[in-house]
């Protein structure tokens, strides 16, 4: 098989040479590229306006992409990243022309990265079901502070909705997904543990976020089951809702929930959320 060359690509906006090169020369030139990254992320951060590209033609070069991506990772591995859990990868075809890929490079908002960050640390990095006690809940108006019994001893979490008018009880699920009448006591136990739904435990019962429902149609909105699913909720429920409640540099800085609410969220959009934080977390 003959060693890939790569001609044709375009880093950070401006046009590259068409002249093929060899594998060596583009690693080389790609570490470059990470290293100009890593000196804009080391700037004092007001927000994330780190955004680097490289964009390649595939069918002039012969190149594969598993080949190109291997390359970044390898030059993102070796550079001085002082928080690469906070750094996303993501590879991006041209809809009018696949064999056009971009790779990008981003570093996820510090805010985004906060909390989900204190549950893992409080949960000894483990992906495991954490109950809470209530501390407070001030209405819908905003969220409230619970307690979680982690592994490593308890941490307080601030949440995002109100566990009392914005969460609904295991039989109001039922009722809602049961739409002839017949209600099924065990049905939100049974999807909560299929990660279709999200469910908290507070104390000793499950409450679930109202967001997820589409109660006109008696259903869980079909967006929010594939993205608890993908995230395997049950396995990580408040680290889950913390995703849905935070702002997403891939959805132009809005949140995923606010994006399902008014029906514009789509699955792609969460396959690429859910892909790029599993990249950049790793």
């Not at 098989?1 to 880093?11: L, N, S, T």
């Not at 869980?220 to 699913?229: F, G, K």
């Amino acid at each position: 098989m003959a060693e890939p060359r790569i001609a044709g690509g375009r880093a950070v906006g401006a046009l590259v040479g068409d002249l093929p090169k060899s594998p060596l020369e583009w690693q080389r030139e790609i570490t470059s590229v990470v290293s100009s990254f890593e000196s804009a992320s080391r700037r004092p951060p007001g927000g994330i306006e780190v955004d680097f590209e490289f964009r390649f033609d595939l069918r002039a070069t012969g190149l594969a992409l598993p080949w190109l991506t291997d390359a970044f990772r390898a030059a993102l591995d070796a550079a001085d990243l002082s928080d690469a859990s906070g750094v996303v990868m993501r590879a991006l075809f041209d809809a009018s022309d696949t064999d056009v890929v971009t790779i990008q490079l981003r570093r996820l908002p510090r805010a985004t990265r906060a909390t989900r960050a204190v549950l893992a640390e409080g949960a000894g990095g483990a992906r495991a079901s954490r109950s809470a006690r209530r501390l407070a809940d001030p209405g819908s108006t905003g969220g409230g502070a619970v307690e979680l019994e982690t592994a490593t001893g308890n941490l307080t979490y601030e949440s995002p909705l109100s566990l009392s008018s914005e969460t609904i009880s295991s039989m109001e699920v039922s009722e809602i997904l049961s739409p002839s009448g017949n209600v099924n006591r065990a049905l939100a136990n049974a999807k909560r543990k299929a990660h279709q739904l999200l469910g908290l435990k507070v104390g000793n019962q499950y409450r679930y976020p109202l967001f997820q429902f589409d109660r006109e149609r008696k259903q869980i909105r079909p967006v929010a089951e594939s993205a608890n699913r993908l995230m395997e909720s049950d396995l990580d429920p408040w680290g889950t809702l913390d995703w849905w409640f935070t702002e997403n540099p891939l959805i132009d800085d809005q949140r995923p929930v606010d994006r399902l609410i008014a029906q514009t969220l789509t699955e792609a959009e969460v396959q690429l959320m859910v892909a790029a934080e599993q990249m950049g977390m790793d």
